[in-house]
């Protein structure tokens, strides 16, 4: 394969790539996770390829691999922000359950 190919096939992986930390983030922030970890396989399986292309350490992909990078910081902070919403919805069911149980106990 020439080498213009395969940086028109690795270029177009970066966009699929891209494309898919975008659809996470938007998910992530909906509260979609499931949706999010079947995503996260693909992406994984499309950093894999770019990763044994070599594209991403060019320099004239220097912006592509920085803007790469920013979507999987805003990733991470939509699944914490997510993580931290369950959390406190969880610990409501936990006060709500303790209540319960402590009004049952007393009837």
Known sequence: MSTDKQISLSSS??????SLLE??????RQGNI????????QASSLVGEIARSGILESAEFRSRREQL???????????T?????IAKE???VRKGKKTVEVYHNNI
């Open 34 to 41: 499931n949706e999010v970890e079947v995503l996260s396989k």
């Open 90 to 92: 969880l610990s409501r």
């Open 81 to 85: 922000a997510q993580k931290a919403e």
């Open 13 to 18: 992986r970066l966009y699929d790539l891209q």
């Open 69 to 79: 990078r920013k979507l999987y910081q805003d990733l991470c902070l939509a699944l």
């Open 23 to 28: 659809k996470q983030i938007r998910l992530a």
